[in-house]
């Protein structure tokens, strides 16, 4: 084992089922956020879909108020994007607005009904994963956010 900066590292075959291990452990919490996602959106709407639960958050968190702008941070195709904006229109959580300088371009502001779905649901979720988070020290918690930036990088 040779050291690193941030403490041991492995070699070999060591570094391998560590990489394994990960891997499959991002697996089961990607599997787990999933569930999250269908869960808060069925909160919202029971007719929303968890990428309509998305769009929607990020409509509401005010990330993402234009089509391009969601497609970005959902990272889903344009026609899917549509489809999720024209649902949730339909269900009155977002409001298409004209944009007054280019009558082309539209701009999306969540409704009322939105922003109290979204907390709720949000709410229900952040109880869940901050009771388990909250069970670590900050130094820890603040590693794991470190490491979650390197590996999103």
């Known amino acids: 084992m040779s050291e690193h900066a ?4 492995l070699d070999g075959a060591e570094l391998d089922a ?3 291990r990960v891997e499959r452990e991002l697996g089961r919490l990607f599997a787990r956020i999933r569930i999250g996602w269908r869960e808060a959106a069925a909160t919202v709407h029971p007719d929303l879909q ?3 639960y998305q769009v929607l958050v990020g409509i509401v968190s005010g990330e993402a108020t234009t089509a391009g ?3 970005e941070r959902v990272q889903a195709d344009k026609s899917a994007v549509s489809r999720q904006v ?8 977002v409001d298409s607005i ?15 009904l939105a922003k109290e779905r979204v907390a709720a649901a949000r709410a229900a979720y952040e109880q869940r ?5 909250r069970a670590w020290s900050a130094g820890d918690l603040n590693h ?4 979650l930036d390197a590996l999103g990088r």
């Open 6 to 9: 941030s403490g041991p590292t």
């Open 144 to 147: 794991f956010a470190e490491l």
């Open 50 to 52: 968890p990428l309509g």
């Open 69 to 71: 702008q969601i497609i």
């Open 98 to 112: 004209r944009d007054p300088d280019d009558r082309r371009a539209r701009s999306l502001a969540p409704t009322e």
């Open 18 to 20: 560590a990489v394994e």
């Open 86 to 93: 024209r649902h949730l229109t339909e269900l009155g959580l």
């Open 129 to 133: 994963i901050g009771a388990r988070l």
